[in-house]
């Protein structure tokens, strides 16, 4: 991909961001089950769009970093932390190139960053780096059997599929869940998701 390439994308995302708000309002309820029985430490949030799960965990005591390619979103993010009363450090990186502070964050999550396969296996080998010994990764995206809205199919994947190249390239990194969750709330038809929980050895 070219840099003229990346500066079109992320330009297509500060106008998404600008069009409409997103995101949510609340939190997303995979990310509250999996981290609420956590003890807090260093959060990395990456793709954190305009921040309402990096405030989520903020407010949940996580000291939290949030990483995103759209100045538009980040500008949401830092006046929804402003208006909760928390501190973030927010990060605008391109993602394809921002490397983290290697094993610095009991916590990173990723949540519906979906790339073509290539681009992926780069950004999540950069996400899991990040993961501290005894940390986790928590990553949520749409599974290969989804049909609802989203991405295009070659942007999906499987719990089971990322976790292997996650593990590939780093030993270190363990899988200890890698599920297909079924969302059946109004307005989520064909909703499918990859759940998927690392941890690094150690700690």
Request: glycine share 8%.
């Amino acid at each position: 991909m070219t840099e003229a390439d990346r500066r079109e994308r992320r330009e297509r995302w500060d106008e998404r961001h600008r069009e409409r708000e997103i995101e949510s309002e609340a939190p997303d309820a995979t990310l509250v089950a999996r981290v609420s029985t956590l003890s807090p430490g260093r959060a990395l949030e990456i793709a954190c769009g305009s921040g309402t799960n990096a405030v989520w965990l903020a407010s949940a005591g996580w000291q939290v970093t949030g990483v995103d390619w759209s100045a538009v979103a980040l500008g949401k993010a830092r006046d929804r932390a402003a208006r909760a009363g928390v501190q973030i450090e927010w990060i605008e990186a391109d993602l394809l190139d921002w490397r983290p502070q290697p094993e610095a964050f009991e916590l990173v999550t990723v949540l519906y960053l979906h790339l073509v396969p290539a681009e992926r296996r780069a950004a999540y080998a950069a996400a899991a780096s990040a993961v501290s010994p005894g940390g986790r990764l928590l990553v949520i995206g749409h599974d290969r059997e989804h049909t609802g809205h989203g991405p295009d199919p070659e942007r999906l994947f499987t719990a089971v599929e990322l976790g292997a190249e996650i593990e590939a390239r780093d030993p270190e990194m363990v899988i200890e869940e890698a599920l297909v969750v079924r969302r059946t709330a109004e307005g989520e038809d064909g909703a499918v998701d990859a759940v998927l929980e690392m941890t690094r050895r150690g700690g």
